[in-house]
């Protein structure tokens, strides 16, 4: 296995674990304690960064077949996305100042490049 398949795959079963505490916090610990909006503002935090920890995996398993520069650098960008995006979403259910809410998009915006560059990665790979 190459060392970026490696560290790929275990970023994104990190993220996976992390996923399935906050998800099982929102569930357990938060019922209660937020607003019925405000906890479907966390379940989709958790249900954006369990998809797309799914996701990092998949292209975990592309870098042992395809270890390039683009292939990491998709990872690096959903990596950001997760931390961005879901981040930034739990801030706000949670009351964070509402400066928190621009860094949201630019999660998005991360996410969708790191995907994009992991499809043109795999059809540009030999």
């Known amino acids: 296995m ?3 398949a490696r ?3 275990a970023a994104g079963g990190g993220l996976i674990a992390l996923a399935t505490i906050t998800g099982a916090f929102g569930a357990h610990a938060l ?3 937020l607003s019925p909006e405000r906890l479907a503002v ?3 935090a958790v ?3 369990f998809l797309h920890a799914l996701g990092l995996l998949a292209i975990g398993l592309a870098a042992n077949l395809i270890d390039s520069a683009p292939i990491r650098a998709s990872a690096y960008l959903v990596i950001a996305g ?3 995006f879901s981040g ?3 801030a706000l259910s949670f009351g964070a100042p509402r400066f928190f809410g621009p860094i949201t998009p630019l ?3 991360c996410l969708i490049a790191g995907w994009l560059v992991f499809a043109v990665s795999v059809l540009r790979a030999r």
Do not use: D, M, N, P
């Open 107 to 109: 999660g998005g915006l």
């Open 7 to 9: 560290w790929i795959l």
């Open 31 to 33: 019922r209660g304690h």
């Open 82 to 84: 997760i931390v961005l």
């Open 47 to 49: 249900r954006y960064h």
């Open 2 to 4: 190459t060392a970026s």
């Open 88 to 90: 930034s979403i739990y």
């Open 42 to 44: 966390y379940e989709t």
